[in-house]
């Protein structure tokens, strides 16, 4: 019969079982590796795509004779690196327009504009090209000439350049924001960059809680199709073997955690020397040790109440298939706090984040959103207790099921068949020899 307590010591010694099993893998570093170049190469693959792309080439049919002798005249360096002027052919005008069409759909042009002769009063511009989805050209020669073609409107009806400018020119906001005591603030940089770091934050967090606990039901179904469950439950309680895969996962995550926002400190406190100051500020922002450390507190939590799903899960299935229908609802209920994470960074104490503060499986990923708000001390108080107590339920009733679960074969019970183990009485079903 199994024990009904586990010893603290032997769970411990499963975890660190646990955590040598994994951390020794070259797959496991390879995992933490990949995640920080798989961000450089996001931030670095375009700048190197974009550099090394050629100057577009472009061909402007003046009709007016002055529009584009007034772009090519405001062109700078950083213009001309990315769009060429290519003159257009002679001939008349319904042959020059039939031949930069096949030079368009050939590739050899990117695209050509057409300038009425009179933009002033008419001020329509003809664009034709075959990519519609890099606007860059378009949007630059528009901005170019529409310039020139004021300048001439104000010339015309005879008013100043200063007039217009002073016509035109619109509010200057000056941001303030109010610090501790009530006072009013200038609003930098690293303010902005404050209430959206815990975007970031929550996106990491999801990541991080999503992909270990999966890891736990890989690894329990792993073990129990393989049989090494049964070897292990030879010398160890249900209760010690689950306590000691969790609290090893656990261990895992942080190492795999705590490397990535080392990554982050020190990606940050390089980055500043040769980018620029704001960039540092930015820096402070994400290693602020308040975001950190509640970064970590909800991590732990979060994880145990979900590894505690997924280890039940896990303790049913013989196979990753049959878990897959299993986890289904856990996995929707995850992706919730997710789909609200910029409504929630922008409203962070609203009515929407205050009321999933409260349910405890979004608890973990809505608080963290929030802590830009901040949410009030007596939020923290309260969502912190009931996510630690919804944690000691969802892992009591996981260790019911999985008494009864890992030594199970055949066809995973159904949820009614999982409730009735966790209502059962210690010394019932889930005692069984």
């Known amino acids: 019969m199994f024990r009904s307590a586990g010893s603290p010591a032997r769970a411990l010694l499963v975890a660190g079982r646990e955590v040598h099993e994994n951390v020794r893998t070259k797959t496991f570093w390879i995992g933490i590796l990949s995640v920080p170049v798989l961000v450089i190469l996001a931030i670095a693959v375009p700048i190197l795509i974009e550099m090394g792309r050629g100057p577009r080439d472009l061909t402007v049919v003046d009709r007016s004779g002055w529009v584009l002798g007034a772009v090519e005249a405001e062109m700078t360096d950083a213009d001309r690196s990315r769009f060429a002027l290519v003159p257009p052919p002679e001939g008349d005008e319904a042959g020059v327009l039939a031949e930069l069409n096949s030079r368009v759909v050939d590739g050899d042009l990117f695209a050509y504009f057409v300038v009425g002769a009179d933009p002033v009063a008419d001020g329509t511009v003809r664009y034709v090209s075959s990519n519609l989805t890099d606007e860059g050209p378009r949007r630059w020669f528009v901005d170019a000439a529409s310039a020139a073609v004021r300048d001439r409107r104000l010339a015309q009806e005879e008013i100043s350049a200063e007039l217009a400018e002073w016509i035109q020119a619109p509010l200057e906001v000056e941001a303030r924001t109010l610090g501790a005591a009530g006072e009013e603030e200038d609003v930098g940089v690293d303010d ?96 602020d040790p308040r975001y950190v450390l509640s970064f970590v507190v909800y991590f732990l939590l979060g994880y145990l109440f979900y590894a505690g799903l997924l280890v039940a899960v896990g303790s049913v299935c013989s196979t990753l ?17 997710l789909l609200a994470m910029v409504p929630i960074a922008q409203d962070p104490n609203g009515l929407l984040a205050r009321i999933l503060s409260f349910i405890p499986p979004f608890t973990p990923f809505v608080m963290m959103n929030r802590a830009a708000g901040p949410p009030a001390l007596w939020e923290y108080a309260v969502t912190t207790v009931l996510l630690v107590l919804a944690v000691a339920f969802v892992l009591w009733a996981a260790a019911k099921v999985f008494r009864v679960g890992v030594l199970m074969t055949g066809k995973p019970p159904r949820l009614g068949e999982m409730l009735r183990w966790v209502r059962a009485p210690v010394g019932g079903v889930a005692d069984d020899d």
């Open 192 to 287: 902005y960059a404050r209430q959206w770091a815990p975007v970031a934050f929550v996106y990491l967090l999801w990541i991080s809680i999503f992909a270990i606990s999966q890891m736990l039901l890989t690894n329990t179904i792993e073990e129990k199709s393989n049989r090494i469950m049964e070897v292990l439950l030879s010398s160890l309680s249900p209760l010690e073997l689950m306590a000691g895969k969790v609290l090893g996962i656990a261990a895992t995550g942080l190492i795999m955690v705590l490397s990535w926002l080392a990554f982050a400190g020190v990606a940050v406190s390089l980055v500043p020397a040769a980018v620029t100051e704001q960039v540092g500020e930015l820096g402070s922002v994400v290693t």
């Open 321 to 337: 298939k049959e878990a897959q229908g299993l986890q289904t609802p856990v996995v929707i209920v995850i992706m919730v706090p």
